[in-house]
């Protein structure tokens, strides 16, 4: 199974910050990288798709790079409402496993 | 509206059964691969297993294989996981998920094995 290594595990900033998430796999897997964010108690949404895929109505402060193994999200000036756990996912083969999660908070 | 909604969770003690359904609507299901992704409590997101276009073909992680199985009935709209051989460790709550950007998530059911 591939393993999805994401970093820091949680993370404090402010309103306007710019703040980056790093999601390492450990095989190569092209660009078959998603990113969500989930708020508590609610589904997980989809953020960017192919490593650097913007998904429709998503915000363009949230940006993904990376290929490979290597993979970053980063968010530019951040809002009150992007507060929330930060996941990666790996689609390149099943099992289609996720990192452990970064947990963003106000500092 | 394009949404799915999951049912059939609930209380269940270990070494039961339940199966959950998740029923798509506004958008032409058949032709979309479908997954279910689980969540324990308070720990990150676990996918569980995926089902093609007709249901002839599925993946399913480990710790699931032999006790659970996914089923679709596309006339229906409808996805399926059939959970057997219930352990403490499969409570979360169950989401499906609409392959292949995973763009389209419904709100989840909660599945609580216990005694």
């Known amino acids: 199974d591939i393993q999805m290594t994401q970093s820091p595990s949680s993370l404090s900033a402010s309103a306007g910050d710019r703040v980056t998430i790093t999601c390492r796999a450990s095989?190569?897997?092209?660009?078959?990288l998603n990113w969500y964010q989930q708020k508590p108690g609610k589904a997980p949404k989809l953020l960017i798709y192919?490593?650097?895929s913007l998904q429709s109505g998503v915000p363009s402060r949230f940006s993904g790079s990376g290929s490979g193994t290597d993979f970053t999200l980063t968010i530019n000036s951040l809002q009150p409402e992007d507060f929330a756990t930060y996941y990666c996912?790996?689609?390149?083969?099943?099992?289609?496993?996720f990192g452990q999660g970064t947990k963003l908070e106000i500092k | 509206e394009v949404q799915l909604v999951e049912s059939g969770g609930g209380l269940v003690q270990p070494g039961g059964s339940l199966r959950l359904s998740c029923a798509a609507s506004?958008?032409?299901?058949?032709?979309?691969?479908m997954t279910w992704v689980r969540q324990a409590p308070g720990k990150g997101l676990e996918w569980v297993a995926n089902?093609?276009?007709?249901?002839?073909?599925?993946y399913y992680v480990d710790s699931v294989k032999g006790r659970f199985t996914i089923s679709r009935d596309n006339a229906k709209k409808s996805l399926y996981l059939q959970m057997n051989s219930l352990r403490a460790e499969d409570t979360a709550v169950y989401y499906c998920?609409?392959?292949?950007?995973?763009?389209?998530w419904g709100r989840g059911t909660l599945v609580t094995v216990s005694s």
């Open positions: 506004g958008f032409t299901y058949s032709s979309y691969w």
């Open positions: 095989q190569n897997i092209s660009s078959y």
């Open positions: 998920a609409r392959e292949p950007r995973f763009d389209l």
């Open positions: 089902i093609n276009l007709d249901g002839s073909e599925n």
């Open positions: 996912q790996q689609s390149y083969s099943t099992p289609y496993t």
């Open positions: 192919a490593a650097s």
